[in-house]
């Protein structure tokens, strides 16, 4: 049906930036949207950022104006720029593809921010 791989996570400084990708395969044309979401140690799994097929975006308050979706159809690739990294945006970072009545999760890409 469909895979999704990230990468892109590492260690990175206070203020830093890092670029996450999300490889998508299989039956990409039932996806209808995509999106980022993010588990910290010990917390709920939270929605960061969603791009939907027309091109518009959504943004979790604490992404707003330091991260960035987009989507690129012909690689089948979501990306999420983040500038301005801080020690709450460590995480383990997920993709995520609603695709008609059910959804795809990909097995998350670690990012860790040092203060």
């Known amino acids: 049906q469909v895979q999704l791989v990230e990468s892109g996570g590492g260690l990175v400084q206070a203020g830093g930036s890092l670029r996450l990708s999300c490889a998508a395969s299989?039956?990409?044309?039932?996806?209808?949207?995509m999106a980022w979401y993010r588990q910290a140690p010990g917390k709920e799994r939270e929605l960061v950022a969603i791009?939907?097929?027309?091109?518009?975006?959504y943004y979790a308050d604490s992404a707003k104006g330091r991260f960035t979706i987009s989507r690129d159809n012909a690689k089948n690739t979501l990306y999420l720029q983040m500038n301005g990294l801080k020690p709450e945006d460590t995480a383990v970072y997920y993709c995520?593809?609603?695709?008609?009545?059910?959804?795809?999760w990909g097995q998350g890409t670690q990012v860790t921010v040092s203060s």
């Open positions: 299989g039956d990409t044309i039932g996806i209808s949207a």
């Open positions: 791009v939907y097929n027309g091109g518009g975006t």
């Open positions: 995520n593809a609603p695709y008609y009545t059910t959804e795809f």
